[in-house]
C-alpha cells in the first residue's frame, strides 16, 4: 500500500473501520506552529453524522496526539495522531463477509491481499480513516490561515438540487466555516436535505458536486511537468472515498467553449496581476497564477444501499444477492466537504513548503 502522500509535508494514513482506532503520522511540519485543541474538535464535529441524513454510527472522535506538539506548539518533529473506534458493529458485516458489495472495496482489496484483508466496514479503504485526514487539516488550515490563506467548500449540488456560486470569496469562505452542511443559499439545504430522506425511503443514496475555492495564494505554486498544482490537488482528493470527478475552473465546459471566449485576459491594477474572467481556475501551465483556485469534485452516491443488488460470492465465485443491514449514510456529501477543505490545505501546504522551504509555515 501507498499510504504516504507529500514531498516536504507528508502525511501517513493508517488503522481499519472496525480496529482500535485510525490515524496518521504528519511529518514535515516546522517547529513553532500553535495547535489549537479546540479548532481539530471543532473541524472533526463537522465530518461527523448528523441527524437522519446521514448514518447512526456515533463515534465521538476523542483524538490523541502523542508526538510532535509541546505546550501548545508544534516542535518539528512528527506528529502522531490517533482517534479511537468506540462505536463499531462488525456483527452488521458477518453475513456479507464473502459477498462484494456493488461499488465498493471489496472483491479488489480481496484480489490484492489474497484474503488477508479486514472487511468489516471496509477496513482500511472506509470513509472512517478521512477523520485522521481531518484531524491533520485541524492544524494545517490555521497555518495557512495566518499566512492569508482560505479554503472553502460548499456543496454546489446534491440530490438534483444546485446550491448559488461563490460571489465575494472570502465572505463565502468564512460563511461556510461552521456550517454542518455547508451552503449558501440555506433554502437550497432544506431542498437537498428533503430529497436524501426521499432516498433514504427508498433504501437508496444519493450524490453531488462538492465545489471549493482558495484565495489568498500567491503566483508562481507548482511544479510541471507531473506536481503541477493541479496534478498533486487531484492526486490527493482522488484518495477521498467517493470522490470519482475532479475539474478546475470551467473544467469539461471547456470543450464546448472557443479559445476567444475560454481564455482569460490579463490586467494590472495598482501594481498586481489578475484576469478579467478565471476560467481556468488560478492555475496555468500547472502553476497557481494568484487567482482564486477554483476546483470541483464529483461524490458518488453511497454504495452501500439497502435495496437488494446483483453481486458475487468471491471466495466460491458464485452469483449472489446482497441487501446491506445495519448503518450506512443515504449521502455523504456533506460529510466529505471538510475533507475536502483538508486534503486541498495539506496540498498547497506541502507546495509552499516545497517553494519557500518548510519554516516559511511557521515564521
Partial sequence: MKNTFGNNISITLFGESHGRSVGCVLDGVPAGIPVDYDNIIRLLALRRPEGAISTARSEKDEFLIHSGVFNGFTVGTPICITIPNNDTRSSDYEDITRLARPSHADYTAHIKYRGYEDPHGGGHFSGRITAALVAAGGIILPALNRKGIKIGTHIASCAGVKDREFD???????????????????DKANEMQSNILKAKEDLDSVGGI???????????????????????????????????????????????????????????????????????????????NGMPIVLRCAVRPTPTIG???????????????????????PCIVHRARIVVDCVCALVIADALAGKHGSDWLAL
Fill in 307 to 329: 435495496k437488494e443488488q446483483n453481486t458475487i460470492d468471491y471466495v466460491n465465485l458464485e452469483n449472489a444477492k446482497i441487501s446491506a443491514k445495519g448503518r450506512h449514510d
Fill in 168 to 186: 465575494n470569496y472570502e465572505n463565502d469562505i468564512d460563511s461556510l466555516a461552521d456550517l454542518s452542511f455547508a451552503v449558501l443559499d440555506n
Fill in 210 to 288: 462538492l465545489e471549493t475555492a482558495i484565495i489568498g495564494l500567491e503566483s508562481g505554486v507548482g511544479e510541471p511537468w507531473f506536481d503541477t498544482l493541479e496534478g498533486m490537488l487531484s492526486h490527493a482528493l482522488f484518495s477521498v472515498p467517493a470522490v470519482k470527478g475532479v475539474e478546475f475552473g470551467a473544467g469539461f465546459k471547456f470543450a464546448e467553449m472557443r479559445g476567444s471566449s475560454a481564455n482569460d485576459g490579463f490586467y494590472t491594477e495598482s501594481g498586481c496581476v489578475h484576469t478579467f474572467t478565471n476560467n481556468s481556475g488560478g492555475i496555468n501551465g500547472g502553476i497557481s
